[in-house]
């Protein structure tokens, strides 16, 4: 999970940023971090959550959370146990589903 003053700062914010890149599930800490801002979104209407999906699209964190979900299978199949894992596919499928931004369509000059 967060660590508290993390957990702090998303439940004192009225909007979270999440920047979301092609290396963003290769960190448990982003990862933890995303669940904490989706799980107090959940609880607390008011919060916005904006990503940011940076030289990548959605379907692209699509994939992610399904190399999450592969992984998953493969060690822990058979088993129903609350793994990070779990927790972090749910995040990754539910953000895409906000509306964002991503750099793909911004022009640089």
């Known amino acids: 999970m967060s660590r508290p003053e993390v957990t702090q700062a998303i439940e004192e914010s009225s909007i979270s940023v999440v920047i979301l890149s092609k290396d963003y599930v290769s960190s448990s800490k982003c990862l ?3 669940v904490e801002i989706i799980r107090w979104r959940e609880e ?15 379907s ?3 994939k992610q959370a399904k190399t999450i979900g592969n992984r998953l299978v ?12 779990l927790r972090w596919m749910r995040a990754l499928a539910y ?3 906000i509306v964002g931004e991503s750099s793909q369509y911004w022009f640089v000059v």
């Open 32 to 34: 933890d971090e995303l």
């Open 44 to 58: 607390n209407l008011g919060n916005r959550v904006m990503p940011i999906y940076y030289e990548m699209g959605t």
């Open 60 to 62: 692209d964190v699509m």
């Open 74 to 85: 493969e060690t822990y199949l058979g088993k129903v146990v609350e793994k990070p894992e």
């Open 95 to 97: 953000i895409v589903n």
